[in-house]
């Protein structure tokens, strides 16, 4: 079968050799296996530290989280009561369907208000996160929902990728002359305060936690010989973010040296706020595919 659930996850698997996995648990992708034109053989394209609980006791450190309905920590004020990130990573989401088992593998995965959301965010809503997988790409949308009929729903959303790759080699492009805000500064009128990107291609060699407002949906992230290309629909932000060293050491689900084996690349709505009208859904995807890269950055 392509697309099937089993022991609190779903697989999916494409008749050329890609494959994703999925927990049930905060519907995050802690797989994706895929070939390149250069070399076929599926390889993982995520990073999965040795040390993240994959039991449902806390957020997976790694993969694909999905976050919503705020980044960091809560700002607005209907969602003071939440943790950081929000709840979607953290919520067991219900398997609804198999849309596609063709040339493309789709499924479709359900959350909705349960008592232990209710108990900190009380607005009416209901995510469906769909998950698409063909040869050499990967494709997450997040349908968010309003089920209110008279009031509108103001939320943050975020795909947190965790893309496997030597981070000393990595380069993200193009960022070049894009507003951005460094969060490794100390002070709080320093991290409000926008910079602009003079770098071609930025790299995360030193301790990088930067949130670049109104980006321009299309990236690549390199490395020698191979890489991703990001597309991204109606999620204007990009965070960069790899702790290295100085941060990483003190995360207590981080294995030793992970931060050399990953870069985050992670396309959001997190500089404001999106909005869905009453009885409206909005839709926020990113695709992902393989590419080759000359040996030579």
């Not at 993982?44 to 705020?70: N, W």
């Not at 849309?99 to 479709?108: F, G, K, R, T």
């Amino acid at each position: 079968m392509p697309a099937y659930e089993q022991s609190g996850r779903v697989f999916l698997e494409h008749d050329k050799g890609a494959s994703v996995e999925v927990l049930l648990y905060g519907a995050t992708v802690i797989s994706w296996k895929a070939g390149g034109k250069s070399s076929s053989a599926p390889t993982e394209r995520l990073f999965v530290s040795s040390k993240a609980a994959l039991d449902g006791s806390k957020p997976v450190r790694g993969g694909i989280p999905v976050v919503f309905p705020c980044f960091g920590p809560p700002s607005h004020p209907q969602h003071l009561k939440l943790p950081q990130h929000g709840f979607a990573r953290s919520e067991v989401w219900k398997f609804d369907k198999v849309l596609s088992d063709n040339e493309e593998v789709s499924v479709q995965l359900n959350l909705e208000p349960n008592a232990s959301i209710t108990a900190k965010y009380d607005k009416p809503f209901r995510l469906a996160y769909i998950v698409k997988l063909s040869d050499s790409q990967l494709t997450t949308e997040l349908h968010v929902t309003n089920t209110s009929e008279t009031e509108s729903l103001e939320f943050q959303a975020l795909f947190h990728n965790y893309i496997r790759g030597p981070s000393n080699d990595v380069l993200i492009f193009p960022l070049q002359n894009v507003q951005y805000y460094d969060k490794t500064v100390l002070s709080e009128e320093e991290k409000n305060t926008p910079k602009t990107e003079t770098r071609n291609g930025v790299d995360v060699r030193s301790y990088t936690d930067a949130v670049y407002e109104d980006a321009p949906q299309k990236y690549e992230v390199k490395w020698p010989k191979t890489g991703l290309e990001l597309k991204v629909s109606a999620l204007k932000d990009l965070v960069v973010w790899n702790p290295q060293k100085e941060a990483g050491s003190k995360i207590a689900d981080m294995e030793d040296g992970g931060w050399e084996r990953y870069v985050c690349v992670e396309p959001g709505f997190v500089r404001g706020f999106a909005t869905a009208n009453p009885g409206c859904t909005w839709i926020g995807q990113q695709v992902l595919t393989v590419i080759d890269v000359s040996s030579s950055l």
